[in-house]
């Protein structure tokens, strides 16, 4: 059971680029989430997808996209990266069957620089 | 979403008993109360959760007085390992209809040392 995978793990971008960030999990859970982490900094939401079909605006979505594509994966697109962009980006996943949804699982990360 | 407040950092001794309070004044009837942990380069981990009273696990205890206002996450006996950031959060689900936004503060950064 791999829980939450993100791809890739790192990834280099010049200004204006832009990529697609991956995450898939394979708990069956309703609800994925795409936060970013600065340096000392606590986990800023993006964007969530509360179940398929459904995306939402989190605390800092400008500059991003999100597409769940369908109950296992969910994307965050950067169409025109920023060196403000550079973050450490994690997804998460949870269970609406919780009675909070709060119990989330999150991948391991993605490090992206923007020079 | 019931906003938290949780000290930026604390200190303690291998062995010791480490307490961790946070604060969520205007939290709502639905909500329960969740602590995650987060070691440096990696994603945070689920600890615990509560709505009212005691909640314990092998991991820790939660201690939520009757007004909800404040909870406090206790750490038995700690060791070098369990220095990490830790993140209160509050919200409920159900209203939501399944999607919590799980807004993270900035955290408590505990530091044990030998």
């Known amino acids: 059971n791999a829980g939450v995978t993100q791809t890739p793990k790192f990834q280099v971008l010049k200004t204006g680029q832009s990529m697609t960030l991956q995450c898939a999990q394979d708990m069956n859970h309703n609800s994925m989430y795409w936060y970013r982490q600065d340096p000392g900094m606590g986990l800023r939401l993006i964007y969530y997808?509360?179940?398929?079909?459904?995306?939402d605006k989190g605390e800092v979505p400008n500059g991003y996209n999100v597409s769940r594509l369908n109950k296992r994966e969910f994307s965050l697109r950067l169409e025109s990266a920023a060196p403000s962009q550079t973050s450490v980006y994690f997804c998460a996943s949870s269970d609406r069957s919780n009675p909070s949804g709060t119990e989330a699982f999150f991948g391991q990360g993605t490090r992206l620089t923007v020079v | 979403l019931a906003k938290t407040t949780q000290p930026i950092s604390m200190d303690s001794y291998e062995g010791q008993e480490v307490n961790i309070t946070c604060s969520h004044n205007?939290?709502?009837?639905?909500?329960?109360i969740t602590w995650y942990q987060q070691f440096p380069s990696q994603g945070p981990r689920f600890i615990i959760q509560g709505y009212k009273t005691k909640v314990t696990n092998e991991v820790a205890s939660l201690f939520i007085p009757a007004d909800r206002k404040s909870s406090t996450l206790s750490l038995p006996r700690v060791s070098l390992s369990d220095t990490a950031v830790y993140y209160c959060l509050v919200g409920d689900a159900i209203l939501t209809g399944g999607g919590n936004k799980l807004t993270f503060g900035t955290g408590t950064q505990l530091k044990v040392e030998l």
């Open positions: 997808s509360a179940s398929e079909g459904t995306t």
């Open positions: 205007n939290i709502a009837t639905n909500d329960y």
